[in-house]
């Protein structure tokens, strides 16, 4: 069964340090999304990708998040430099069609970052 | 963001039906309602979704209230492998907005 792939699956790291984080989507999905999930709470939407480009960004913390998707296909998520607020794991997602109204998101296990 | 209201935690007896409720009374017409869950250390996973009709499927069913303001997911026989945290969802604007969930205890 296919599967959205991420890595690492584990990150520990200094604060004022860089971090990254890589998805590759499920082959033929165009949508690809990044959320992040503090521990006890819902995954929250960072970015969301439509082929090579962004459709949202507006929850990302532009000063020192960044995230690309170049070839429309895997995604890069990045941090710098990371802050202790920053721990939490992060989620990759995507779908096949842009709106999730008729579809539904796959989800891969996630990348937990520790900022030290 | 479409708001939805579920409860904090919850519990059911193994192999007993379980019913999760979830109010949303400033749904628009055009609002899906959405169920995921996360089981422990997993990304979440999708099971259900609906607009108006009631909708079965191989994990669960969808109840949907008739004027579209509160949703029930049923689960027919839970096991302990469904101990997860349920999330209900309205998409809009082509987003999947998570909100805190319901804690959902399977007891031996």
């Known amino acids: 069964e296919a599967e959205v792939a991420q890595s690492p699956r584990y990150k520990i790291t200094e604060k004022s340090q860089a971090v990254a984080f890589w998805c590759d989507p499920i082959s033929g999905h165009a949508t690809l999304y990044w959320y992040r999930q503090i521990l006890g709470q819902g995954p929250e939407l960072l970015v969301q990708?439509?082929?090579?480009?962004?459709?949202?960004d507006s929850q990302l913390p532009k000063d020192r998040f960044s995230a690309e998707r170049l070839k429309g296909v895997d995604s890069t998520l990045k941090i710098q430099p990371a802050e202790l607020g920053d721990s939490a794991m992060y989620l990759c997602a995507s779908s096949l069609v842009l709106i999730p109204n008729t579809g539904e998101l796959f989800f891969g296990e996630g990348s937990r970052l520790t900022v030290l | 963001d479409a708001k939805t209201t579920q409860p904090n935690s919850m519990e059911s007896n193994e192999e007993e039906p379980v019913h999760l409720p979830c109010n949303h009374s400033?749904?628009?017409?055009?609002?899906?309602i959405h169920w995921y869950r996360q089981l422990p250390s997993q990304g979440p996973e999708y099971v259900i979704h609906?607009?108006?009709s009631n909708v079965n499927n191989r994990m669960a069913s969808l109840a949907i209230a008739e004027d579209r303001k509160s949703s029930t997911l049923i689960l027919h026989r839970a096991t302990l492998r469904d101990a997860a945290v349920y999330y209900c969802?309205?998409?809009?604007?082509?987003?999947?907005?998570f909100g805190k969930g319901t804690r959902l205890h399977i007891l031996p």
């Open positions: 990708f439509q082929d090579e480009s962004v459709v949202d």
């Open positions: 609906g607009l108006t």
């Open positions: 969802i309205l998409s809009r604007d082509d987003k999947i907005i």
């Open positions: 400033t749904i628009s017409g055009t609002d899906y």
